[in-house]
């Protein structure tokens, strides 16, 4: 299929000699002797031009005025101007509006042919950039929150009002592995900033010494080995969206320094003396409780109420079992298209053994686990010998019971893992410290410390 090209020129003679000409270069070309005539051209024939060739003054206005009036409805098509007397007002005008180029009359075919091929790559750049954006838009809706529980209903609708509202900073709470990166995304790609850029940033992964660098940027010679400037991630993020996952984990020096750039949104690189000015919207996530880290003095309160104009808790996947029957349909899908697999069946066995599981790595876990199932697959039906869950959590007391399931595959961090073990402990023990600590061999005192440290309720001894 050919590419539009189409032409507005008064003068009869040279506009058909450019239309002839550029036919034989393989363009379809729509021709338009003035500006009324370009209107129709476009709103009456629905034509799509990749490049727009168009005399600067027309008898029924100038072209500058119709280019500013068509951005919206053009926004992927390239302008080049023709004008018999140049005019700089006219120039810098173009160009502030987006054009392509400028030329003076007359002009060679052999150089105007070269900056139309020059313009249509540029707009064949800006659409499929556009076309990779909308697949993101299309990924990243609020279906593809996936679940059928009341609780997962409720989230959903929380999203889809979000979108709508261009909010300064959120903070999502849950578990590791609940999805808290899939509803930042889901945020970011289905509101106003969709077309800009996220940035994410893990702040537990990248040690306290480097982070603020990492997120605020440096100039040339700010510490050995600056050999050059850095833009910061903030920067980075101008106009779109910063994701700040873990921000329970920021250095309390660092959260100070966060606090003065969320709330003026601007802030100085390290090493410069000038200030950095940025529109971006924050989103941080945290599996931790913000509330309390602030009371212990971990956390700035200030920081704290600034973040959180808006919040959004995950529950975990032990509160939402019945989401299992949506997502791991989903899941089994996914894993088939990546490792050629066709899993079709999926066992009552199966079902009974992923709906009595606790899920303490969550929906992450889960994905695992199915990712695990299908590579190990031999057939069409999915093989309930490579789950390896427990059918049920282990009773509270009982020697035949006297171990856990802990998941080893990446899914849960130390934290994570410490505790589910003070959880279990708890529970067997009907949530009494004394109980629990002598299970684990160590002193009330350890155990009391470490029950607070995870915000586990225990029973007052």
Known sequence: M??????????????????RFFSKQQWEVRLATHLTNARQLLNESQIDPLVILSDMNLPDGNALDFLEQSKTSLPNSEWIFLTGYGSVTDSVRALRLG????????????????????????????????????QHFNRYTTDALVGRSQK?????????????????????????GTGKGLITRILH??????????????????????????LFGYEAGAFT???????GLLEQADTGTIFLDEIGEMDLNLQGKLLKAVEELRFRRLGSETMVEVDVQIITATNRDLLQQVKNGQFRE?????????????????ERLEDLRDLVPQFVADCNIKSGKQIKIIPETVWEQLETYDWPGNIRELRNIIERCILLAEGDAFPVQWLQLP??????????????????????????????VLQ????????????????????????????QKHHLKYDQD
């Open 391 to 420: 059918n049920k959590r282990p009773a509270i007391s009982g020697a035949e019971n006297t171990g856990m399931y802990i998941p080893l595959d990446g899914t849960l961090s130390l934290h994570d893992i410490e505790k589910l």
């Open 302 to 318: 200030d920081l704290y109420h600034r973040l959180s104009v808006l919040n959004i808790h995950i529950p975990p996947l032990r």
């Open 225 to 231: 080995g600056a050999k050059k400037r850095h833009r």
């Open 152 to 176: 997962t209903k409720a989230v959903r609708d929380m999203l889809k009002q979000l979108s709508n509202v261009p909010f300064s900073s959120l903070v999502i709470t849950g578990e590791t």
């Open 2 to 19: 050919k590419d539009t090209l189409l032409i507005i020129e008064d003068e009869a003679l040279l506009g058909n000699e450019l239309a």
């Open 189 to 214: 790609y289905s509101g106003s900033r969709a077309s800009k850029p996220l940035v994410e940033l893990n702040c537990a992964a990248i040690p306290k010494d480097l982070l603020e660098s990492e």
């Open 99 to 134: 054009a392509y180029d400028f030329i003076e009359k007359p002009c060679g075919l052999d150089r105007l042919n070269m900056l139309v091929e020059g313009a249509a790559r540029s707009a064949r750049a800006q659409r499929r950039l556009l076309q990779e954006t909308s």
């Open 424 to 451: 279990e402990a708890l529970l067997r023990a009907n949530n009494n410290v004394t109980g629990a600590a002598r299970m684990l061999r160590a002193t009330r005192e350890t155990m009391r410390y470490r029950v």
